[in-house]
């Protein structure tokens, strides 16, 4: 079972950045497809981005399209998020996981960090 660990996350102002970090315990982690998901307070788990495994599709949710970027390094074991222009909106805890499929859907991954959080100041 790969265990997944979420860091990077933290306090910005609006406009400002981040880049989150999804590091893997092995190297199994290159042979799945990794998404982000986000949850704010009392709000269900959110589809964010997703990354196939070789790194070269990907897709995201529509509130983020041109602000946020999902890369890899499977060198690395590490699959990263970069946070552009964040809005308060954005704040939430982030988690990563994994999927066999090509799907945005919650219920298909599984390997779940614990995640990290980010909040925005307006």
């Known amino acids: 079972q790969v265990q997944l660990v979420e860091s990077g996350g933290g306090l910005v102002q609006a406009g400002g950045s981040l880049r989150l970090s999804c590091a893997a315990s092995e190297r199994t982690f290159n042979g799945y497809n990794i998404g982000w998901f986000c949850q704010a307070p009392g709000k269900d788990r959110d589809f964010v981005a997703l990354?196939?495994?070789?790194?070269?599709?990907?897709d995201y949710a529509d509130s983020v399209k041109g602000r946020f970027t999902v890369s890899r390094d499977n060198a690395k074991n590490t699959v990263y998020l970069q946070m552009n222009s964040l809005k308060p909106e954005d704040a939430a805890v982030y988690y990563c996981?994994?999927?066999?499929?090509?799907?945005?859907?919650?219920?298909?991954?599984?390997?779940w960090g614990q995640g990290t959080q980010v909040t925005v100041s307006s």
């Open positions: 996981a994994t999927t066999r499929g090509w799907i945005t859907e919650k219920r298909e991954y599984y390997n």
């Open positions: 990354i196939s495994t070789n790194g070269r599709t990907t």
